[in-house]
């Protein structure tokens, strides 16, 4: 394609943001970039535009701004813009936007919502009870079967990674239950088995599929712990057989695309299913549906996305942006390097992070813009070169190499240079200690 250099905004503040940016950067199509709101860890040569993020009024004044600014393509990051209706408004604002729009991001906004369209779609998923309130989950729970391993609790809406409960016994689950967000739950019957994160472009009615991805979601080696938002990921998985992902395309991400458009609410933008898998016995189950990219798993994956003549980065986002996969390859083309990202948290985290701590060791020249290993800022605060924790998950260290092996001693090397009070971060991620 030819043209002037395209300018890219990106919406949101995290690792999955700065993620986005590094990967777009080495577009030879884009000529800049907006993070909208961003951090102050992230490269000064990427302009920055405070904003909020919750209401209607600040999507709009943030299109118009977009709009002004000539921006020809938007990539939204987080969930919570989504499930308020941001695509909606971008789309109104004839804005082209990768991501879906509030009907469709329910998908992940309600897990009872999810549930209901992957049993209407066939897609393998747990067994599991939907209650309307504390007193009708408490009921449930109650008269469950605890013979078997235990049940998920979740709350039925978005919690920033923290509303899922594993929990072994009714007494484990009715005190978590108390400590959950909202008013409606999912209770699902624990399944065992490895985790996988399988991504892919949307355009309401086609799929690309990207490479898998694994993320440790326990906050402690061994994955043990509270769930958190992700403590660190890789690509690829091995042991994935190949067949799996035109299994994925026909028994999972095309059934809940038809549901959905069918509901009316087609889903265009970046799906992500969180999957159990039990290869041993050649099954797996859904356990969630995300409206975007994973987080740490983006910070895994664009690094890995080739960039061809023709076919990079921005041309899959332009291709979702305006609903059209055709005439595009059904698999997204990876490089065969492996990578790997370790999350440093806050002490605290994710139960109540403490923010103020300096970090040392976070140098311009070594945040992520390029190169094998580098740092992916997302709870990071501050002024220049003083940089303060500002969030419960603080940075990811980043590793790429030949072989999954160098790729996590390059992340942990990375991260041995990085310093705060409190800092938490798990040393099993990708294989045993470092």
């Given at each position: 394609m030819s043209g002037a250099p395209s300018t890219v905004l990106i919406v949101g503040a995290g690792g999955r943001e700065h993620a986005l940016a590094w990967r777009l950067a080495r577009s030879p199509r884009v000529g800049h970039l907006i993070l909208a709101p961003g951090n102050v860890g992230m490269p000064r040569e990427w302009e920055r535009w405070e904003t909020g993020l919750s209401r209607k009024e600040e999507f709009a004044a943030l299109a118009e701004r977009a709009r002004e600014a000539g921006v020809s393509l938007a990539v939204i990051g987080p969930d919570n813009p989504l499930a308020e209706g941001i695509v909606d408004v971008f789309t109104e604002a004839d804005l082209p936007t990768v991501g879906p729009t509030a009907a469709a991001a329910r998908i992940e906004a309600s897990k009872a919502f999810a549930k209901e369209v992957m049993l209407a779609a066939g897609v393998p998923t747990a067994r599991h009870f939907i209650a309307k309130s504390r007193e009708e989950a408490l009921g449930i729970l109650r008269a469950l079967d605890w013979s078997r391993g235990g049940w998920v609790l979740k709350s039925d809406g978005l919690a920033l990674g923290k509303g899922v409960c594993v929990c072994g016994t009714l007494a484990e689950a009715t005190g978590a239950l108390e400590g959950l967000p909202g008013g409606e739950f999912v209770i699902e019957e624990r399944l065992f088995g490895e985790e996988l994160s399988w991504m892919?472009?949307?355009?309401?009615?086609?799929?690309?599929?990207?490479?898998?991805?694994?993320?440790?979601?326990?906050?402690?080696?061994?994955?043990?712990?509270?769930?958190?938002?992700?403590?660190?990921?890789?690509?690829?998985?091995?042991?994935?057989?190949?067949?799996?992902?035109?299994?994925?395309?026909?028994?999972?991400?095309?059934?809940?695309?038809?549901?959905?458009?069918?509901?009316?609410?087609?889903?265009?933008?970046?799906?992500?299913?969180?999957?159990?898998?039990?290869?041993?016995?050649?099954?797996?189950?859904?356990?969630?549906?995300?409206?975007?990219?994973?987080?740490?798993?983006?910070?895994?994956?664009?690094?890995?996305?080739?960039?061809?003549?023709?076919?990079?980065?921005?041309?899959?986002?332009?291709?979702?942006?305006?609903?059209?996969?055709?005439?595009?390859?059904?698999?997204?083309?990876?490089?065969?390097?492996?990578?790997?990202?370790?999350?440093?948290?806050?002490?605290?985290?994710?139960?109540?992070?403490?923010?103020?701590?300096?970090?040392?060791?976070?140098?311009?020249?070594?945040?992520?813009?390029?190169?094998?290993?580098?740092?992916?800022?997302?709870?990071?605060?501050?002024?220049?070169?003083a940089p303060i924790v500002n969030g419960g998950r603080v940075l990811a260290a980043f590793g790429r190499g030949a072989d999954l092996a160098q790729a996590r001693e390059r992340a942990y090397a990375r991260l041995a240079k990085i310093r705060f009070e409190g800092m938490q971060y798990r040393k099993d991620i990708g294989g045993g200690a470092p």
């Open positions: 892919a472009f949307c355009d309401g009615e086609r799929c690309a599929l990207l490479e898998p991805a694994r993320d440790h979601k326990r906050l402690l080696d061994g994955d043990h712990g509270p769930n958190t938002g992700g403590m660190g990921a890789f690509s690829p998985v091995p042991g994935v057989p190949a067949s799996w992902a035109e299994r994925m395309r026909r028994e999972v991400f095309l059934p809940t695309l038809r549901e959905l458009a069918r509901r009316g609410a087609p889903f265009r933008g970046v799906l992500y299913a969180g999957l159990m898998v039990d290869f041993a016995r050649d099954r797996f189950w859904v356990l969630e549906f995300n409206a975007r990219f994973g987080d740490p798993e983006a910070q895994v994956l664009l690094p890995r996305i080739e960039e061809r003549p023709m076919l990079g980065i921005l041309e899959w986002f332009e291709a979702v942006a305006r609903g059209d996969l055709s005439g595009l390859p059904d698999s997204v083309p990876f490089e065969r390097a492996a990578a790997l990202a370790v999350v440093a948290a806050a002490a605290g985290y994710p139960e109540a992070p403490l923010k103020g701590a300096r970090i040392a060791g976070l140098h311009g020249s070594e945040r992520a813009t390029g190169g094998s290993e580098g740092i992916f800022c997302a709870g990071v605060g501050g002024l220049g070169e």
